[in-house]
């Protein structure tokens, strides 16, 4: 289980306004320190070693910020992965690579990460995050989800519709369109199919709307509840509590959950009844996960629970 929001910052400021945050708000989301549209042209190495400073700085308190780098036809993408795993592997949360257009690209830019790390001595895998945004990586997510050290399938939508060339109206990049077109629809049904198929994390795309907090809450929640997405993307401050809240678990069913596993346990994990319903392992491993995603959105857990499968 990883956070349910990730939030992007590009400048050394943003990036430093979203760990004080993070400090407020506790570990309930990641921090994504983006290379690819956040460094200045001619300056990526600076702003990869910026990045690398601050990962290591007193601000990364929880270790919970990663960086996105650019993508494969970029001439500094292999630079990027040098300085970011060289120089913060140990801290470094994840790394995520936009645009790929096949399986290959993904594998390779993958290869590459994982390569740096073992010549860097980092003792531990850096999860990877793959963004899907061209039809190439679309039509490849299966393929992709089933890569080692594949964390998250990210869903960009401004490209996925930039890239059919006028086909999609531009008013399908938000709400109500980008939950209502057929071909968003199924890009995204396939993504989230894709990921959970093979244990990896889908997120949502971003909310265009920075000043309205209940949109942000609403795109999230549709996100979750419509089309299964686990984690949803900010690019404003403002968007980072709506989107945490609309990923949470319902509070009764989380005490639901809780009291159905210490009563599965009592019973050495064989089938049960509860309240008159009948539960067995297959629902055990729904209400396990369930307790995991209330513990890393921030939603409280019955107290006996919390001491018998935390403590």
Same mark, same amino acid.
């Given at each position: ?15 430093? $306004?979203?760990?004080?945050? !993070?400090?407020?708000? #506790? ?10 549209? #956040?460094?200045?042209?001619? %300056? ?18 929880? &270790? ?34 936009? $645009?790929?257009?096949?399986?290959? !690209? ?14 860097? $001595? ?22 992709? *989800? %089933? ?7 990210? @869903? ?10 006028? &086909? ?5 990049? %938000?709400?109500?369109?980008? @939950? ?30 920075? %000043?309205?907090?209940?949109?942000? @809450? ?19 401050? &403002? !968007? ?29 994990? #064989?089938?049960?009844? @509860? ?18 995603? *209330? ?10 629970? *919390? ?5």
């Amino acid at each position: 289980m990883i956070p349910a929001c990730e939030h992007f910052a590009g400048s050394e400021k943003l990036i430093t $306004k979203a760990l004080d945050l !993070q400090e407020r708000l #506790g570990a309930v989301f990641d921090i994504t320190c983006d290379c690819e549209d #956040g460094a200045e042209a001619g %300056r990526e190495k600076q702003h990869a070693e910026m990045i690398v400073d601050v990962l290591h700085s007193s601000a990364n308190r929880f &270790a919970m910020a990663g960086a996105r780098i650019h993508d494969h036809t970029h001439p500094h993408w292999k630079k990027d992965i040098d300085i970011l795993v060289g120089g913060a592997g140990q801290v470094l949360a994840y790394v995520t690579i936009p $645009k790929c257009t096949s399986v290959a !690209q993904a594998e390779e830019m993958i290869g590459y990460v994982q390569a740096v790390a073992r010549k860097k $001595k980092v003792k531990r895998e850096i999860p990877v995050h793959v963004l899907v945004e061209t039809h190439g990586a679309l039509h490849d997510a299966w393929e992709i *989800a %089933r890569l080692p050290g594949v964390q998250v399938l990210d @869903f960009g939508l401004m490209d996925f519709v930039s890239g059919h060339h006028g &086909a999609i109206h531009a008013a399908n990049m %938000r709400s109500p369109g980008q @939950f209502e077109h057929p071909l968003v629809v199924r890009a995204k049904a396939d993504v989230v199919a894709a990921a959970l198929a093979h244990g990896v994390v889908p997120a949502h795309n971003v909310s265009l709307d920075l %000043r309205n907090t209940y949109n942000v @809450f609403r795109d999230a929640w549709r996100a979750r509840s419509d089309f299964g997405f686990l984690r949803m993307w900010s690019i404003h401050p &403002a !968007q980072v509590q709506p989107i945490v809240d609309a990923m949470k678990p319902d509070l009764n069913e989380v005490a639901v959950a809780g009291a159905i596993l210490i009563e599965a346990q009592k019973a050495s994990w #064989g089938p049960i009844q @509860f309240e008159g319903e009948l539960h067995d392992r297959a629902t055990y491993r729904y209400f396990w996960e369930l307790l995991q995603k *209330a513990r890393v959105t921030g939603v409280k857990i019955p107290e006996d629970a *919390a001491r018998a499968f935390f403590d």
